[in-house]
């Protein structure tokens, strides 16, 4: 029987490429705690030990799909490792960057081999100066070619429990026990057992009747981690405790197929990792992610539920407007002809109606909160890729550059958080590329030599904050300015105050031609940044002070489907703002509205608002009021903007439905929602609403660029 | 014989149009139509579905033809061209017939109501001819349109 004909593999590859995600983003957050103790002489054992075990399973899981190149990789990688954790290798500069790109070779190949894609180039150079260093450390590196060769030489050596292995592994899980408790770092094993360096001889067994030779410990490593995915078990727990002893004793296994731990030997090596970890008290937050069950649920699944508890919002609302109807009509009817006894029957069931629409309420509410919440996921998704990139870029550009990460456990809908790691990139990047000065400029200007950039997600209300702060040199508002002139979108004698430079860097094409913002020279702007966030009906802004640095910040919705909308009656039609964008209505006298440049405007509390007025904006027929208009205060980047509407019609949660594509995109409409009554609201999208209004003139557009 | 095809044949006007019955979904009495602002002026709005949207589209105005009062007789058909569903306003519908596939011709030159862009063809039933519109070009017209208006229209998202 082959492997093979254990499970589907194709759902094998997609749990494979989830897991192994995981762990290499582990590898990654792993690798940077370690490279804090280069060339210190002294190493976080239980980190190294944490790159060991997830190594080990991606091999493992590798070896059991049969992806012997990713295998490979794994194994020579998780060699070094070994090397580390008994100190046969000093942690040195280059040996860490070796193993960072061993974690993107790594990367590229499970891609590959998922994909069923290319080999990525330049693995076999990669692992050919792998061994060369590994070799320079333990002369045995380099005759360890891989497992399968090795099961090959020992063909014949069918012994199923190899006793003094056993015995001898016992003793090293002592020894370490022992030295964890004393809470010493794991120096090193006596040479005599040697349990890894022994492990790639298991003996193929006897279950296997396969024609290729399997790595029996490889084998075990998968069929763990099934085990794990059908327990439900958080994949992270997977590399927790078995792995590494299940590398010693896998020879005494007699069927890799047997999934049990063999009773005997399973338990006990389980002990040394977590037991040195527990020593010196890193290990908790990783077991504590073991701890939370959870399952893997295709995203489809739950936007399709989310769209059915729409459609129970909706029909909640509606009964709730019948009960109400009928309540009043019933009331109505009696008072008038005072045959109370004929409706009393109906009037009762008018009651049970309502009482009973209300539970519906609630209920409906508690589902569509549960949903919403089932959808959420921490920042951190995306935050962790974060730590890595600006190492790397931080090096290439010479800089030296802290990250700090803060609130990545904040969490917000799964579409939110895919939609907005892009931008976060490029903000990173950014502040990498621009705003962190170089460390002689910053010491000449009496700052440390390096510089930090503090990531920072927080929920406030019903939104989730994200900032990004750098304490670089600012934006230089004299560079923007003069580029602004000389891009013709101001003029030397325009005023502009600092923010209204600084909102010149989002203008499309702005950024690319010139160094100050320009993300990488990679021709994207700031202002794709900026309309992707718009996009998430999010808010962004910028503060700089120069020489002092440039803080981003994004505040965005917790989730896309259901909102809190502001009804608003305009030319016989109901149309729905978006709550989040609401500052206040106002109910305002014709003569207090003044006329600017041929623009509305009223005075609200010293300041000048503009107004739009949405009916004439919509080309819909809408008589003005001869004596009030009626504003909408919408917010815009710190401004204001009044939309003059009929009236208004209260607040309502709506949900969230897109126009046909048939109808293409309209400028100030963002999608529409079905009433309680069946009819239907179009909800109005501010930002493209004011910036096509306001579309026209060069100065005003200076006024709203990037809405 | 012949093959068949069934067609659904509705009124513009005098004219006789036929859309092939796989591609409608259902026939409704007019409803209120919720007005677009601002999209292409064929486009009569939207309407509610038992909870789905559905954008309808006016054919006498895609077809440059005067607009009408709507009456009793006014009908939505809805339809399914490809994964969009789209509703149209015809005058009336007529009924569902059988076409022999070779007594439909190309569209002749002499057709002027309608644009022959739109048209797959001409089919003969006794004295009667049926125009057989070509669905998906009346949407993919929508979209060329649109995208023509959005460049008048240019929004500077920035």
Same mark, same amino acid.
């Given at each position: 029987m082959s492997s093979s004909d254990f499970f589907d593999r194709s759902e094998f590859i997609q749990y494979f490429r989830d897991e192994t995600d995981e762990l290499l983003q582990a590898i990654d957050a792993d690798l940077l705690r370690l490279e804090?103790?280069?060339?210190?002489?002294?190493?976080?054992a239980e980190i190294v030990n944490s790159l060991f075990r997830a190594l080990h399973t991606i091999k493992g899981s590798a070896g059991m799909l049969e992806f012997g190149a990713v295998q490979q990789v794994a194994h020579k990688l998780e060699n070094v490792f070994d090397l580390l954790r008994k100190d046969r290798m000093p942690l040195t500069e280059s040996g860490i960057n070796l193993l960072f790109e061993g974690r993107d070779v790594l990367t590229a190949l499970v891609r590959a081999a998922v994909d069923d894609g290319e080999a990525p180039a330049g693995v076999d150079d990669y692992t050919t100066r792998l061994d060369d260093f590994a070799a320079v450390y333990d002369s045995t590196a380099q005759a360890i070619e891989g497992p399968r060769t090795v099961v090959e030489e020992h063909d014949?050596?069918?012994?199923?429990?190899?006793h003094e292995q056993v015995a001898a592994f016992e003793a090293e899980v002592e020894r370490l026990l022992a030295a964890a408790a004393q809470g010493q770092?794991?120096?090193?094993?006596?040479?005599?057992?040697e349990p890894v360096a022994a492990a790639?001889?298991?003996?193929?067994?006897?279950?296997?009747?396969?024609a290729e030779p399997v790595d029996v410990d490889a084998a075990q490593a998968a069929v763990d981690a099934l085990f794990a995915a059908a327990n439900g078990a958080?994949?992270?727990?997977?590399?927790?405790?078995p792995k590494p002893a299940a590398a010693?004793?896998?020879?005494?296994?007699?069927?890799?197929?047997?999934?049990?731990?063999?009773?005997e030997s399973g338990p006990?090596?389980?002990?040394p990792a977590p037991a040195a970890a527990a020593a010196n008290g890193a290990e908790p937050k990783r077991a504590a992610a073991a701890k939370n069950q959870t399952i893997r649920v295709d995203i489809e699944r739950l936007d399709m539920l989310l769209n059915l508890v729409g459609e129970l919002v909706i029909n909640r609302t509606r009964i709730s407007d019948i009960a109400g109807t009928l309540g009043r009509e019933l009331g109505g009817a009696s008072a008038a002809n005072g045959k109370a006894r004929a409706s009393d029957g109906l009037s009762q069931l008018a009651k049970d109606l309502s009482e009973s629409s209300a539970l519906l309420a609630r209920t409906t509410n508690e589902i569509q909160e549960s949903i919403m919440k089932v959808r959420m996921v921490p920042i951190g998704q995306v935050f962790d890729r974060f730590p890595r990139m600006v190492r790397d870029l931080a090096k290439a550009r010479g800089k030296d550059i802290h990250l700090e990460i803060a609130g990545a456990e904040t969490d917000l809908d799964k579409t939110i958080v895919d939609e907005v790691g892009e931008p976060l990139m490029h903000l990173v990047r950014n502040c990498v590329d621009h705003g962190i000065e170089p460390p002689e400029v910053r010491e000449s200007r009496g700052k440390p030599r390096h510089g930090t950039i503090r990531l920072n997600a927080y929920h406030e209300g019903n939104q989730v904050i994200i900032e990004i702060a750098d304490?670089?040199?600012?934006?230089?508002l004299q560079r923007v300015r003069d580029k602004g002139i000389r891009i013709g979108l101001?003029?030397?004698n325009d005023r502009l105050t600092d923010r209204e430079i600084i909102e010149?860097?989002?203008?499309?094409?702005?950024?690319?031609?010139?160094?100050?913002?320009?993300?990488?020279?990679?021709?994207?702007g700031m202002d794709v940044v900026k309309k992707n966030i718009l996009r998430l009906k999010g808010v962004f802004d910028v503060d700089s002070v120069q020489g002092e640095g440039t803080k981003f910040t994004m505040k965005l919705p917790l989730t896309l489907a259901i909102i809190q909308a502001l009804l608003v009656r305009v030319a016989d039609e109901l149309y729905s703002i978006?709550?989040?964008?609401?500052i206040e209505s106002q109910r305002i006298e014709t003569s207090e509205v003044r006329t600017v440049h041929g623009g509305e405007v009223i005075t609200l509390r010293g300041q000048v608002v503009p107004l739009i007025r949405v009916g004439e904006f919509f080309r819909l027929n809408a008589p003005r009021d001869p004596d009030k208009v009626m504003i909408v205060i919408v917010g815009l980047q710190g401004r204001q903007v009044g939309l003059v509407v009929d009236s208004f019609q209260g607040e309502q949660e709506i949900v969230i439905k897109p126009l046909s594509d048939v109808i293409g995109r309209i400028a100030g409409i963002s999608g529409a929602t079905i009433l309680g009554n069946g009819s239907i609201s179009l909800i109005i999208d501010v930002h493209s609403l004011v910036a096509s209004a306001y579309g026209g003139g060069r100065v005003t557009r200076a006024e709203f660029s990037g809405v | 014989m012949s093959e068949t095809v069934q067609v659904v044949s509705f009124k513009l006007g005098s004219e006789e149009y036929g859309v092939e019955?796989?591609?409608?979904?259902e026939i409704n009495r007019m409803v209120a139509v919720t007005h677009v602002p601002?999209?292409?002026?064929?486009?009569?709005g939207v309407i509610n579905l038992r909870g789905q949207l559905i954008p309808i589209i006016d054919l006498r105005a895609r077809f440059g033809m005067p607009r009408v009062e709507h009456t009793k007789n006014t009908r939505i058909v809805v339809t399914d061209i490809g994964a969009k569903r789209v509703g149209m306003v015809v005058d009336s519908v007529s009924e569902v017939l059988r076409l022999a596939t070779d007594a439909i011709e190309d569209?002749? &030159?002499? @057709?002027?109501?309608?644009?022959? &862009?739109? @048209?797959r063809g001409v089919g003969k039933i006794e004295d009667r001819l049926i125009i057989l519109l070509d669905l998906a070009k009346i949407i993919t017209g929508t979209e060329k349109r649109e995208l023509e208006a959005a460049d008048v229209d240019a929004v500077p998202v920035g």
């Open positions: 804090q103790f280069v060339d210190t002489g002294t190493l976080d014949d050596h069918l012994t199923p429990v190899d770092p794991l120096t090193d094993a006596p040479p005599a057992p790639p001889a298991p003996p193929a067994a006897p279950a296997q009747v396969s958080a994949p992270a727990a997977a590399p927790i405790a010693p004793v896998a020879p005494a296994k007699p069927a890799a197929a047997k999934p049990v731990p063999a009773p006990k090596p389980v002990a304490d670089g040199g600012g934006i230089d101001i003029t030397e010149l860097i989002f203008t499309p094409g702005f950024s690319t031609a010139d160094q100050i913002t320009d993300v990488s020279g990679r021709g994207v978006p709550l989040d964008a609401v | 019955i796989a591609q409608v979904q601002r999209a292409p002026q064929f486009m009569e569209a002749p &030159e002499m @057709i002027t109501g309608v644009d022959t &862009e739109y @048209i």
